[in-house]
């Protein structure tokens, strides 16, 4: 698991590729675990082939198909064929259900044949890897199930240690996962020391009375599926350290691009910051999970559509975007704007408006046009084929974490520093020298020419300027942004 080193730390692209491989693998071994429960796998599959429809919804259903030897994403193939990929895979799964429940009714639950049919079927499931809301709701239902399980298997192992008085670690190592099994006891005797050897047969008796109770209990919850109980028991062990994997290679994620959130943060201040903090941070969760690492595209690439998504999304529904005080008067400016020249650039509507770019991106969704799309949604246009999906269009290699999140706020932030610290000459030359705030950077020459000065007293204008910054309160922030 990489490590963070501060809270500016960023992933390296082949850590990101890491951890989005581990996390579909962990997705994977969960239905794994899942195999166990029949009837949480016959609803999977079903809810799978509800969101796959009539219209075949690939990318509403499935993520990835195991096809001939690889794996295929939803839009790397036509949809037709990914959904006909899909359906055959569901119809497999179905079957080795049936065959479970014959066997079940049979009477033939623990033998060799129903053994082959479930790894069969484990196997089956390891081919396609679900849509993520539709594998987290099978998994909230298997830990709801489970959850009462796993409080009495530890409630088993605390009355033996307070009984015997020996560590819960050493009762977990002598139960070895046989939580049911009638030898516990024998095996407790043998490895109890000599406490147990000198019990008076009453304490005994009632040791052993304590210990076939609480394993009835877990034998009674745990028989409440199709699969033995000892099977249940392994495959929730199973399943809760793959999802404890999962999180933290999620939280890791998180971590690393919670300046990404900030960022669009700070762009809806006429907005509740905690709720729009709030839909930042799930749009940047979707994000992890639906990141494809095989495509090689920078992580945050797709993380800041998600963000911008989830944010507007929210406040619309929420009803709770309002408008400051003369933004009625912009949006008039913006719509004149936009009727004199409606295919108008996002910097022609700035120069023709007057108002900053953050307030014509969100002044475009207000009055109707920007409004969130969905990324798993299809479009069509001119060449376009029937599976190009919004992931085609947002991920672009060639663009960075910083270019796309700090040196957006760079202009707005050193305009309102550097205009209470500095005099307009040495404002000029600072911004002019150093190429900040969108200004092209300049030499000593080029801004002796333009202020009508010599050279050597623009580098003195440039040393006095710099000296100001350094020892204001904000010396270390500009030292940090400009090092950055």
């Known amino acids: 698991m990489p490590v963070l080193n501060g809270p500016k730390a960023l992933l390296t692209a082949a850590q990101e590729q890491s951890l989005g ?24 599959v079903d809810d799978i082939w509800g969101a796959l429809g009539e219209k075949d919804n690939v990318e509403k259903a499935v993520a990835l ?17 990914f959904a ?20 079940s009714t049979e009477g033939l639950e623990e033998t060799l044949f129903t053994a082959a049919v479930r790894d069969d079927l484990r196997a089956r499931l390891g081919q396609i890897l679900p849509y993520d809301f539709i594998l ?6 298997f830990r709801v199930k489970c959850k009462g399980l796993s409080t009495q298997c530890r409630e088993l192992v605390k009355f033996i240690s307070d009984e015997v008085r020996i560590p819960r670690a050493q009762v977990e190592g002598i139960v070895c996962g046989n939580w049911t099994s009638p030898k516990l006891i024998p095996a407790l005797l043998m490895s109890g020391g000599y406490e147990l050897k000198l019990y008076p047969p009453a304490e005994l008796k009632r040791l052993r009375l304590g210990i076939t109770e609480r394993q009835g209990e877990i034998l009674r919850m745990a028989s409440s599926g199709e699969a033995p109980a ?18 933290a290679c999620v939280e890791t994620f998180v971590k690393a691009n919670m300046r990404l959130v900030e960022s669009y943060v700070n762009q809806y201040r006429f907005s509740d910051v905690e709720i729009v903090r709030s839909a930042a941070s799930m749009g940047l969760v979707r994000a992890v999970y639906r990141f494809a690492p095989e495509m090689g595209f920078k992580f945050s690439n797709i993380a800041v559509s998600w963000i911008r998504v989830s944010i507007l999304r929210d406040l619309n529904e929420q009803e709770m975007i309002r408008l400051p005080e003369g933004s009625h008067q912009s949006i008039q400016k913006l719509k004149a704007a936009l009727n004199d020249n409606p295919s108008a ?57 910083e270019s796309q999140v700090i040196e957006d706020n760079t202009a707005s932030y050193l305009s309102e520093v550097l205009d209470g610290l500095l005099d ?8 002019h020298r150093f190429g900040l705030g969108g200004v092209d950077e300049k030499t000593l020459g080029d801004v002796a020419v333009m202020m009508g000065l010599s050279k050597e007293r623009v580098r003195q204008i440039q040393c006095q300027a710099l000296a100001k910054l350094r020892d204001s309160e904000f010396g270390d922030s500009l030292q940090e942004l400009w090092e950055e």
């Open 345 to 401: 650039s996002h910097d022609a509507l700035v120069a023709a408006t007057g108002l900053s770019s953050n307030d014509i991106e969100n002044l475009m969704y207000l009055i109707g046009i920007g409004k969130p799309v969905s990324l798993d949604s299809s479009f069509q246009e001119d060449g376009a084929t029937e599976t190009d999906g919004m992931h085609e269009m947002i991920a672009d290699p060639n663009v960075t974490f």
């Open 136 to 141: 987290n709701r099978a998994a909230d239902k």
């Open 21 to 44: 491989y581990r996390i579909i693998q962990g997705q994977l071994d969960l239905l794994g675990a899942l195999a166990v429960d029949t009837k949480i796998v016959e609803e999977l």
């Open 230 to 247: 000892g099977q249940l028991l392994a495959a929730w062990a199973v399943f809760a350290r793959f999802g404890r994997d999962i999180e």
């Open 84 to 103: 006909a990929l899909a359906r055959l895979k569901l119809n497999s799964i179905r079957s080795l259900i049936s065959e479970l429940r014959a066997f």
């Open 65 to 81: 198909v195991f096809h001939q030897g690889e794996w295929l994403r939803a839009g790397s193939i036509p949809r037709d064929e």
């Open 424 to 431: 307009a000459r040495e404002l000029l030359v600072v911004t």
